[in-house]
């Protein structure tokens, strides 16, 4: 019986470290001209909402307050290929949605247009940024008011896409394992070729050295 609780306990925990692993959120601050990039890593076919504010800091009030309309967001996303796949201004508070097509590292990067910051040259700005992946993006009170869903059925739709969500994380494991076995092997085999080419390169020396040695004694007519 303790036996199925620990069991219990532990599938629990798993579960829970996939679902926060599908969301993050943070705040950081950039200046006029800094770019912050992000690595996200997400599966394929996966879709990715981006949720971001923005606050500049008042030196009379000191502290963050919500930036004006005329500043904006410039988002780029990159693939693991380093193919755009995302690229847009927003303004200061906005939203912005891509879906992967390629499992693995996507790089998120952030900067504020200069032309409008330069207004406030030497401030701060506050940029929260919320990441939602997979089902988390969905919206499921929209879904269910626009297909007419019952609480029940809108329950079973949601257990269906964390498992399919599931799925996908488990498939880029097992694809991130697979790379990772393939650079093992491609390493072992370069450190055995290296050790061979050492190995006949040491041969070749003292084959060398005895050569020379037999010239040298035979020209000194010591043997």
Same mark, same amino acid.
């Given at each position: 019986?303790?036996?199925?609780?620990?069991?219990?306990?532990?599938?629990?925990?798993?579960?829970?470290?996939?679902?926060?692993?599908?969301?993050?959120?943070?705040?950081?601050?950039?200046?006029?001209?800094?770019?912050?990039?992000?690595?996200?890593?997400?599966?394929?076919?996966?879709?990715?909402?981006?949720?971001?504010?923005?606050?500049?800091?008042?030196?009379?009030?000191?502290?963050?307050?919500?930036?004006?309309?005329?500043?904006?967001?410039? $988002? +780029?996303?990159? @693939?693991?290929?380093? *193919?755009?796949?995302?690229?847009?201004? &927003?303004?200061? =508070?906005?939203?912005?949605?891509?879906?992967?097509?390629?499992?693995?590292?996507?790089?998120?990067?952030?900067?504020?247009?200069?032309?409008?910051?330069?207004?406030?040259?030497?401030?701060?700005?506050?940029?929260?940024?919320?990441?939602?992946?997979?089902?988390?993006?969905?919206?499921?009170?929209?879904?269910?008011?626009?297909?007419?869903?019952?609480?029940?059925?809108?329950?079973?739709?949601?257990? $269906? +896409?964390?498992? @399919?969500?599931?799925? *996908?994380?488990?498939?880029?494991?097992? &694809?991130?394992? =697979?790379?990772?076995?393939?650079?093992?092997?491609?390493?072992?085999?370069?450190?055995?070729?290296?050790?061979?080419?050492?190995?006949?390169?040491?041969?070749?020396?003292?084959?060398?050295?005895?050569?020379?040695?037999?010239?040298?004694?035979?020209?000194?007519?010591?043997?």
């Amino acid at each position: 019986m303790a036996a199925v609780r620990m069991r219990s306990c532990v599938l629990s925990v798993l579960l829970l470290n996939v679902f926060y692993s599908f969301v993050s959120s943070l705040y950081f601050h950039i200046g006029e001209t800094e770019k912050k990039c992000f690595i996200e890593e997400i599966p394929d076919e996966t879709m990715i909402i981006g949720n971001y504010r923005t606050q500049l800091y008042d030196k009379q009030r000191e502290e963050y307050l919500p930036a004006t309309q005329g500043l904006g967001m410039f $988002v +780029e996303v990159k @693939d693991p290929d380093d *193919k755009v796949i995302l690229s847009r201004q &927003y303004g200061s =508070e906005g939203r912005f949605t891509f879906t992967s097509h390629t499992p693995g590292e996507h790089q998120i990067c952030l900067h504020s247009n200069s032309s409008k910051f330069s207004l406030f040259a030497g401030g701060m700005l506050r940029v929260h940024l919320d990441i939602q992946v997979g089902e988390h993006a969905n919206n499921y009170a929209e879904i269910a008011a626009k297909d007419k869903l019952t609480e029940l059925q809108l329950r079973v739709r949601q257990l $269906v +896409e964390q498992v @399919d969500q599931i799925q *996908k994380e488990q498939n880029y494991q097992r &694809y991130r394992e =697979e790379r990772f076995r393939q650079t093992s092997e491609s390493t072992n085999q370069r450190v055995l070729w290296w050790s061979i080419v050492q190995t006949l390169i040491l041969v070749a020396i003292g084959i060398w050295q005895m050569r020379h040695l037999k010239s040298f004694f035979e020209a000194k007519k010591l043997v």
